[in-house]
């Protein structure tokens, strides 16, 4: 059986066998695979790229990395929902979302090699 993390109520990390990775350590792990950078280099790269995908998608861009994924921004109609403690019925507003599409090379990794969307 496989174990999913979805939302706030899921497993935690450890009981699904799943290592999140953290920016230093993205930032670590790339110090010691390209050692002829200095960290503080490297730590400047990542957090420019980071920054520039957020202000493309904050100005409603989408940013596209070939091989890797495509980051948008999707648009939430306004709608009623539900308040779960009292069952009250609440007013949720129009809202913009970030959201990522796994390009189909990273697809194809993540599934040992095939891309499940294959035709």
């Given at each position: 059986m496989k174990c999913l993390r979805r939302g706030p109520s899921a497993p935690a990390a450890n009981a699904c066998n799943i290592k999140d990775m953290l920016k230093s350590e993205l930032i670590a792990k790339l110090a010691v695979e390209y050692s002829h950078l200095r960290q503080e280099d490297l730590e400047r790269v990542v957090n420019v790229i980071l920054?520039?995908?957020?202000?493309?998608?904050?100005?409603?861009?989408?940013?596209?990395?070939?091989?890797?994924?495509?980051?948008?921004?999707?648009?939430?109609?306004?709608?009623?929902?539900?308040?779960?403690?009292?069952?009250?019925?609440v007013e949720v507003p129009a809202k913009s979302v970030p959201f990522f599409k796994a390009g189909k090379e990273l697809r194809a990794r993540v599934n040992g090699g095939e891309d499940p969307e294959a035709r």
């Open positions: 920054e520039e995908i957020g202000s493309a998608l904050s100005r409603g861009d989408r940013v596209e990395l070939r091989g890797f994924g495509a980051f948008s921004v999707r648009h939430r109609d306004a709608r009623k929902g539900r308040n779960p403690r009292t069952g009250e019925s």
